[in-house]
């Protein structure tokens, strides 16, 4: 791909590769990076996952964490000579779902908050349409409403690039 600019979405299904091609387009940039972590700590298995995310990013890396307010920690640390990286989108949904949040309206501040900024930013996100139709509602509305920001989030990316078995594939930009 070319310099680091704009939004870049990469989107992608579990153990894709999307993360680590994330921090590899963001550490590549030269700009300063930042990691922006949407996971909130529940349980074990997700205390390792994140352990085995910051070895992998190593010690050079700002890290934010930041469950709810995405838009508000994107206006405060996109500035100049920083490289963002968010992982993930569908995180932050379940969080918003969790926070009982609107999600339409935040997935829209979310986008008036990209195209505000002046640094370039990474989104993660997980492809959820590929799979069966969820046998429950809050699944059904989980696929929903990721599914919905992921095309919004597309739509106004300068880059998008699908993940599958660690192999990117360019989709837009």
Request: aromatic fraction near 4%; include cysteine; charged fraction near 25%.
């Amino acid at each position: 791909m070319a310099p680091l600019e704009g939004v870049t979405l990469v989107l992608g299904g579990a153990r894709s590769g999307k993360s680590a091609f994330a921090e590899k387009l963001v550490a590549e940039s030269g700009l300063t990076p930042v990691y922006v972590a949407t996971a909130q700590i529940f349980d074990e298995e997700m205390r390792d996952r994140i352990a085995h995310h910051r070895a992998r990013r190593g010690p050079d890396w700002l890290l934010v964490e930041e469950h709810d307010d995405l838009e508000g920690v994107l206006a405060r640390q996109a500035s100049r000579g920083r490289a963002v990286l968010v992982d993930c989108l569908t995180l932050w949904v379940t969080n918003l779902m969790l926070a009982e949040a609107d999600i339409e309206a935040r997935s829209f501040a979310l986008l008036d908050a990209l195209a505000a900024l002046e640094s370039p930013v990474v989104l993660v996100s997980n492809e959820v349409g590929l799979g069966i139709v969820p046998d429950n509602r809050m699944a059904r509305d989980f696929r929903d409403h990721a599914g919905r920001l992921n095309q919004e989030v597309a739509a106004h990316a300068d880059h998008v690039v699908f993940m599958a078995a660690g192999l990117p594939m360019k989709l837009k930009g």
